[in-house]
Nanobody, 122 residues
């Protein structure tokens, strides 16, 4: 599985950016696919994910500002980020998660794209 992230950059507070994650296979083949971020000195945290069934999960601080969507034809998941704040500054990582089973045992598989830096200036 390959995930190719793009779209980071430098933007002023209040501005917008759009991140894209291109997967090497259908996004529906994963239980969830989406975005995490890691700010300097902080742990990686979930930003937004979308499930194979369409359920969406957002980190509380981005609700109403960020929108995750998928482009089925391009095997791509997008993150539209509006009203950006300096605290959104981080390296953003695309993530895809899949669960497989062997007998009674479940295995979780996480795939990560390379990070893309988002910098929001005040």
């Amino acid at each position: 599985v390959q995930l190719q992230a793009s779209g980071g950059g430098l933007v002023q507070a209040g501005g917008s950016l759009r991140l894209s994650c291109a997967a090497s296979e259908s996004t529906f083949s994963f239980d969830t696919i989406g975005w995490y971020r890691q700010a300097p000195g902080k742990q990686r945290e979930l930003v937004a994910t979308i499930g194979a069934g369409g359920n969406i999960n957002y980190e509380y601080s981005v609700k109403g500002r960020f929108t995750i969507s998928r482009d089925n034809a391009k095997n791509t998941v997008n993150l539209q980020m509006n009203s950006l704040k300096p605290e959104d500054t981080a390296v953003y990582y695309c993530n895809a998660h899949r669960t497989t089973h062997k007998g009674w045992t479940r295995y979780g598989h996480d795939y990560w794209g390379q990070g893309t830096l988002v910098t929001v200036s005040s």
